[in-house]
């Protein structure tokens, strides 16, 4: 951001870093600064590419941030797979089965028992899918191509570790730090245009679409960032909701660390 506050752009990598935690972070501190933010991470292997059924890439976002005119900026965060592996642990908490289109399994089909996936990811035998699902027809390949771009630009400038590197394993089969790859970009608007006009013009775009024409029984269309907006006013005020699952894994977590102070649950 400094850099870019000086040159107009400025990019850095990382290597020999772990899970950075929520990407939107990042782009955000750009945001604050009156400039467009964006990072990438690569991560353990997880993802089939189009046609495969090996676990290969990662979930690997590449995540944004715009100021806008709007309470809320532009801010795009997901992952360049169908869902990601947050998502499954939550399936499996809730003893709910997954639908077809998230994981298939060595034979190129669908899986659907959880806790199974959990278990096979990473051993290999179960792979997420890509963005637009298997194959070419809705559009796979589209995600795995976004994927691996996110890979390139967070080891390939940095020399961080890729791929099957970050399995966690060492090549004696013995457990290793996964050590991941970033890259962060901020670009100063007023190099370009002035930053009132640049919110003006990103907050009329996203009202545009929020406006248009909805599906039958659709109520709402949203903008990237208004959903998480939303979710932030409210749990800001009435709190983070934990079921009964989660309850259990943090009190597991306080009981092998031995806190002595007790949990507000």
Known sequence: IDKADRCGL???????STHYGAAFFYPLMAVDRGMIGMTTTNARPSIAPTWGVEPMLGTNPMTW???SDEDFPYLPDFATSVTQRGKLELYGRLG????DGWV?????AYRHD?????ADLSRDLAALTPLGGLGEDLGGYKGYCNSLTVEIL???LSQANFLKALMGVDAA???ATIELGHSFLAIKIENFVELDAFKRQVGEICRALRSSRKAPGASRIYTPGEKEHEIWLYRKDKGVPFNEPLRKAFRAVKEKLGMPHELPF
């Open 65 to 67: 941030g715009m100021p």
């Open 10 to 16: 400025g990019m850095t990598v990382v290597r020999n």
């Open 173 to 175: 089969g013995k457990s």
């Open 96 to 99: 709910k089965d997954l639908p």
């Open 114 to 118: 959880t806790d199974g996936v959990l």
């Open 104 to 108: 298939i399994g060595q034979d190129g």
């Open 154 to 156: 967070s080891t390939c």
